[in-house]
């Protein structure tokens, strides 16, 4: 039996498409100030933010650092946000719960437990958005599809086929929403009128759920193009990206840009993708790396669309080490090396007879692939004599060899 609902409640749920603009997608920041009953937190605290939620008597705010802040009445922990507080993209408050979801695309709940609501469905990933109703929750993935857990008295946990082609999700007490690609809505759930979308159900581009009642926003212009999803997947030896797009006018094709870390986004492909791509390979990576992605479409007049931006890490290098290049040298040659993970690394040159000739490495080394040149001299700066010699890696409890030869 559903356990009675006392005092006011007021559940606040946004979802946000990419706008349809030529400029690149912005992360602002900003500070809120807080009000009311019950406010105990630090104006400090709530600086540097990028989203908010609130749920019953308690409230979280999301920093641009990732981490979570939450205030307010903290029966069954709801404010107590789990360890590691790192890497959050997104938050949501229900009646005696919250939610954050990860940057790896994890979701993680947390508070009052009593229908499953902190109990995110396997597999636990590839989530993009996420929202709280009173007691229950839903989980955008990037395909499209909704998943649903917590509280399912009145079905707001059954999402109605086709399960596909949502771009937003939003919930209120006892009742569900997704917004669709097309800017159609669908709400399921407890019936107080909240579920029947007004006609023409059409052009809408933001919803939000209360209690008992819902809200959409539609958009008074055709939307030229919108990206209903678009994510990165790595792979051995690559990074794969997949997008979808709704779009009403014609296109020339599609255009993708790159950067790492803090670096500009620049252009990786020199021609235009065809207009019906969908996916992308990009193999010119290095293991171990961080890549911001952004896809643009190009319109019939020469105009950029651009994607909001996405974040993934390649793969990791198998611990390795290369034959030099060139083999045979006179005088400098180049040595490689991988490391799947940070380590202690040691790279010597010896003899024929086992003396140690030079050492190039000895220093903890960042994951990824290196590359190290050995000029043809000993630890003294003085040059070795022509012959064969062999280069040995040490990191962590692995070691490898390889033979070079030096001609003159």
Known sequence: MKKGRGG?????????????????PSRTTASIVTWGRNVIVAQSDLENLVAVATGTHH?????????????????FGRCDIPS??????????????????KGGGTGLAWGRNDNGEC??????????????????NLGLRSDGAIVAWGDDLYSQCVVPAPNADFVAIAAGADHSMGLKSDGSIVVWGCAYGQCVVPAPN?????????VYHSLALKS???????????????????????????ADEELQGFRVYRAQGDAALASITLNLLHASARSYKDTAIEPGREYRYVVATVTADGREIRSPEVVASSAASPLALHQNVPNPFNPETAIGFSLPKPEHVRLDVYDLEG?????????????????????????AGRVVASGVYFYRSTAGKQAFAKKMILLK
């Open 202 to 210: 059409a052009d809408f581009v933001l919803i939000a759920g209360g």
């Open 220 to 246: 008074s212009t055709p939307t030229a193009v919108t990206f209903a999803s678009f994510s990165a997947e790595p792979i051995e030896g690559a990074i794969v990206l997949h997008w979808e797009i709704a």
């Open 59 to 75: 409230s979280l705010a999301l920093k641009e650092d990732g981490t979570i802040v939450a205030w307010g009445e903290n029966d």
């Open 355 to 379: 003396r140690l000739v030079r050492r190039l490495v000895d220093a903890r080394v960042q994951a990824g692939a290196r590359e190290v040149e050995w000029n043809g001299r000993d630890d």
């Open 8 to 24: 006011l409640w007021l559940l606040l749920s946004v979802a946000i498409l990419a706008p349809a603009t030529s400029a690149a």
């Open 119 to 136: 109990n995110v469905p396997a597999p636990n990933a590839d989530f993009i958005a996420a929202a709280t109703g009173w007691m229950h």
């Open 84 to 101: 590691p507080n790192a890497d959050f993209v997104a938050v949501a408050a229900g009646y005696y719960h919250s939610l954050g979801l």
